[in-house]
């Protein structure tokens, strides 16, 4: 019969093709990887910051002057689960570990724009400016119905 040929499964198909070459006598060179420029990240000094403040999660978001987003994060991203997600104390470690996300960026001064009934609403504006970015303003952007949805229909008893 013939002669049963033992391969290794993690090996791909390229590296089959250097053994083959290396066992043929000919010579295999390695290509060098090209260097890869570091991004530069644009410096932007003041920005906006939006928190969204539900009743089951707090989300911030910085952004630039044109509102091109910098950075975000919420309580689930950080990793609180349930209902300690809307608490004041989860708002401001969303709010420490958005900023260091910002820090490359040379952010300063933010106009915050808050939404919403959380409890994470005042932590999360208390934190910016623990973790050293400067409050600009503080508007309150949460929509509110102009007369809103038709009632339910009265009981009948």
Do not use: W
């Not at 089951?56 to 091109?68: E, V």
């Not at 401001?92 to 933010?110: N, R, T």
């Not at 005042?122 to 309150?140: F, Q, Y």
């Amino acid at each position: 019969m013939g002669q049963k040929k033992i391969t290794n499964m993690s090996e791909t198909p390229d590296q089959k093709k250097e053994e083959k070459k290396s066992a043929e006598g000919g010579e295999v060179k390695s290509i060098p990887k090209a260097k890869s420029k570091k991004k530069i990240k644009r410096q932007v000094s003041a920005g906006s910051a939006y928190i969204q403040a539900t009743y089951n999660n707090t989300i911030i978001t910085f952004t630039d002057a044109q509102g091109n987003a910098l950075a975000q994060c919420s309580a689930g991203q950080v990793g609180f689960k349930g209902p300690k997600k809307s608490t004041p104390y989860a708002a401001g470690i969303i709010v420490a570990q958005a900023v260091e996300k910002v820090k490359p960026y040379g952010l300063k001064e933010v106009s915050v724009f808050v939404r919403g009934v959380g409890g994470g609403r005042e932590a999360a504006i208390r934190s910016l400016n623990a973790n050293g970015i400067n409050v600009l303003g503080i508007k309150d952007v949460t929509p509110i119905p102009h007369n809103g949805c038709r009632p339910k229909k009265p009981r009948r008893v």
